[in-house]
């Protein structure tokens, strides 16, 4: 039997989100419905909502989520109701061809639920990232629900499932950071703390962050920066370069997705240095370099999808990390609010005052 449920919907293109309530089915074969209990709003809910990532309106909005799984569909055997989940918008499907070649984490057909959730009209929603997390309740893959540690708390843990995955990944598994490296990285939302905080597990020596506001710079310092620059008054590629001895850093991240961030990353790595791209441009940004620069400085230039993560394997380790005091997730919480709150956490998000509003159910 259907459910009826409350849960926020983008109808049209940049216009404020509502509050409605919504019809989420009953599991389907490898499907699990999970009881939302809390979800993280994130800036790519923000593009769903303002039409920056497709048309598909209208959409269910929210993806940075924990909860408990209610019940499973026919097939499931790895999950059960009761267990203590944190969504994933990527679930290898373990057979397209970078599956077949050891290479789930670039999954190319990444598993979504098959049946749709929908409007009391029987309108079909859209859900973000696959998940529409903004919910009481959501249908998703069984591959997208991954078993955690119940112990911790839904408001930190559900954190993991995008933002803090996608910048700590970013470090550790794109950048590679390795004991002893130098790190950069331009942004200090909540992706770049995650970035600046693998980056300090990972062992980098000296993590340096860079913004043009001076709340998140003193924010950074709690994530492991151990240097900050405020580009807004001073040139960032002089100050990293000073700071590493006149080379540059050996991984740089990019956490804002502009083109003149993308071009001071390039310039503030080492020789043979690695630039991470992991902020989301806008669909018309362009960059252009000269191409002998590309050429005779080495190094790689990467892009990072979510962190390059395997959900079923960095879930697990980046909450035992937490449970164990080494990864600050609380410190990513900067306010708890309801459902009906979330289009007045977009206006905060926009203007930078929080790193996270957390929706709690």
Not at 159 to 181: K, N
Not at 191 to 198: F, Y
Not at 325 to 346: K, M, Y
Request: hydrophobic letters at 40%.
């Amino acid at each position: 039997m259907p459910h009826e449920v409350h849960a926020v919907v983008a109808a049209k293109q940049g216009a404020p989100v509502e509050l409605q309530t919504i019809m989420v089915p009953d599991p389907g074969p490898g499907e699990v419905l999970v009881a939302v209990q809390a979800c993280g709003v994130c800036h790519t809910d923000l593009h769903y909502r303002d039409g920056a990532i497709n048309d598909e309106f209208p959409f269910l909005l929210g993806h940075e989520a924990a909860g408990t799984v209610e019940a499973v569909g026919p097939g499931v055997t790895d999950l059960a109701p009761g267990d203590y989940v944190v969504l994933a918008w990527r679930a290898p499907c373990g057979s397209c061809r970078s599956c077949r070649r050891g290479r789930p984490w670039y999954c190319f057909d990444s598993r979504n639920a098959a049946q749709s959730m929908t409007l009391l009209d029987g309108t079909p929603l859209t859900p973000a990232l696959g998940i529409g997390a903004f919910a009481e309740k959501t249908l998703v893959a069984a591959g997208q629900a991954v078993k955690v540690d119940p112990s911790a708390r839904p408001e930190a843990a559900g954190l993991i499932g995008c933002g803090v995955m996608a910048g700590y990944g970013a470090a550790v598994h794109t950048g590679q950071v390795g004991s002893g490296d130098t790190v950069a990285v331009i942004g200090c939302g909540g992706v770049g703390n995650a970035a600046i905080a693998g980056a300090s597990i990972a062992g980098a020596r000296r993590v340096i962050a860079v913004d043009i506001d001076e709340r998140k710079l003193d924010g950074a310092t709690r994530f492991g920066a151990t240097h900050t620059v405020n580009s807004r008054g001073t040139d960032p590629v002089e100050a990293v370069r000073e700071l590493t001895g006149g080379h540059g850093a050996d991984v740089v991240i990019d956490a804002v997705g502009r083109p003149e961030t993308y071009r001071q990353a390039f310039s503030m790595r080492d020789l043979a240095g690695t630039l991470v791209q992991v902020g989301v441009p806008d669909p018309d940004m362009c960059i252009e370099l000269p191409l002998i620069d590309l050429f005779s400085r080495g190094g790689a230039l990467k892009s990072s999808w979510y962190g390059d993560c395997l959900p079923s394997r960095d879930f697990p380790v980046l909450i035992d990390r937490y449970l164990s005091g080494r990864l600050d997730l609380d410190g990513f919480v900067t306010e708890t609010i309801g459902l009906d709150e979330v289009e007045t956490a977009f206006a905060k998000m926009r203007d930078g005052q929080v790193l996270r509003s957390v929706v709690v159910l």
